[in-house]
């Protein structure tokens, strides 16, 4: 077991007046100031129980996250003015926030509660390190009552529990799932804050540690992550917070972000990006994604691409207020636009490709394979996304409503994750099937100046029996000024079968005659021609007013197109004009 005898001062570990960023002070002020004439967030009983009742997880989340993000803010205000106003009602949320029965969200926890059981999840080791950020910042001013009982608290809640037990907690080594980073790194960031003079803070240093560079493991070799660019974001944060705070109090000797994924995972958001304001959807991502800033900071202060994350910074609007890190100034290198268009992130099974980095209209294509087993897992192995003119023409919707349901046995009876809200292939009806056997391979990814192409086998993905082989290829032009796309789906089965190919669309679409369809965004146009089969039935596809993620309701759009065969080709032209 490594020793931790370094000193520091948790205080100057979270924020030096030095660093302030003080372009904020303002906005934090403003909101800080409504804060105070509003009531405390309501988080009764009635509204823990709705999740089980209904399966509705906002009635209580949402005043929980009201409650901490208010506390956060007023912690703020008080650090930058000194005034009492904010530090007496700053106290009053954490006296509340002591007396929640659990931290945890009432989604990750049992309908009966076991009081003798300690229940630590994402919200709990989260709250942990929030209160301890707080605590150490404040130790001279707050109330002795109020330090006694966050020390007691966090003792209680977080330490002395996975000191003795890490083990009990499922997610402590589930190093593929972002489970893993957010409760381990929190738990870290909380015990270097508040823990030092406990038994328990090497031994869980020292797990903590080792789990997160077992997660940082899990990533693919060139810093893709399976998840998605969502949990991309909220796994990594809480690890590169934890890697922060060990590298300042050691002086550098300590240095996590050396991981060699760690040090390449800058490019998996830099590909990501869509222009002028998105990321790929793959997965459960939010619309919109807001990356969070102190992680994009850190990446770009202490990785390879540094250069190439503080251009994407300059384009795209960043998360703030989720901790005291918002004040925080860190300063990062110069800007350099990337050189590389494309990407194989390969032992997820993704590629994205570019015209170019130096327009906002320019072509993107991604492209996923990959199995139907992962974390946060939909059925879209083979799936892709053709963005142009700043747009998703053919597009992934992200993520649904969470609800019960959505993370229940109903799960794939939801369009957000099955293969009907997908650009997939149905044979009969069907489609891929669930679990990490059923999977597609890039069995090709060529790129050149003028044309990329990459060509997915996906007969694993279908259940036995349902077919003998599917191959779909992507071929990417980049002559024409705004890109083009061909892409060809070969199927064959073994009798005369429905077989059919879907677009998921955002647009309006319009029929030009059998087998061209003009599709309109806001910029510009996408013109899609079926060159092969000639024989084919074309529809189109709806659901409509479906609740997806950041409480919107969207509809889910879809081209069909069939032909009744035992071997077929399809070939369509995808081909967008100003």
Known sequence: MKKFDFQFSPADIVLKKNQLRKSISKKVIQQANRILKDPLPDTRYSLFRAYHMTGDRDAYQKPLFEKKKKFILLAMAYYLTGKQKYLLLLQDYLWEICNLPVWSLPAHLPERLNFEKTYIDLGCSATAARV?????LFEKSLDENIKSRIRYELEKRIFIPFYQHPEDYGWFKRYYSNWCSVCCGNIG?????????????EKILNDVTDAINNYLDNFDSSGGWAEGISYWNYGITPALKYADILYQATNGKINLFNHPKLQVTGLFPIHCFLPPDNFVSFGDSHFPVFLTRETMLLLAKHTKPGRQISWLLKRISLRDFEDLATLKKIKIPHPK??????????????????????????PVLAVKAGCNGEPHNQ???????????????L???????YTKNYFGPARYENPFCNAEGHSLIFIDGKSQGVGKEFSGKIIQALHNTQQDIISIDLTAAYPEGLTSKVIRTLKFSKKQKYGALLLEDFVETNTERIIETRLQYKGNLKKLDRSRFLLSGKKGKVAINILEPKKILVSRGYFKNLPASQDKMIDIKFLKIATKSSSVRFLIEILPFA
Request: glycine share 10%.
């Open 395 to 401: 597009c992934d919707y992200g993520a649904g409503k």
């Open 189 to 201: 960031i909380a015990t270097m804050l508040a823990g030092k003079d406990g038994v328990y803070f």
């Open 337 to 362: 636009v990337p050189e590389e268009t494309f990407i194989h992130f390969k032992d997820i099974g993704w590629v994205i490709t570019r015209k170019t980095w130096k327009e906002k209209n320019t």
């Open 379 to 393: 059925l879209d192995t083979g799936h892709f996304i053709f963005h142009v003119f700043g747009e998703d023409y």
């Open 132 to 136: 301890a950020e707080v605590l150490a």
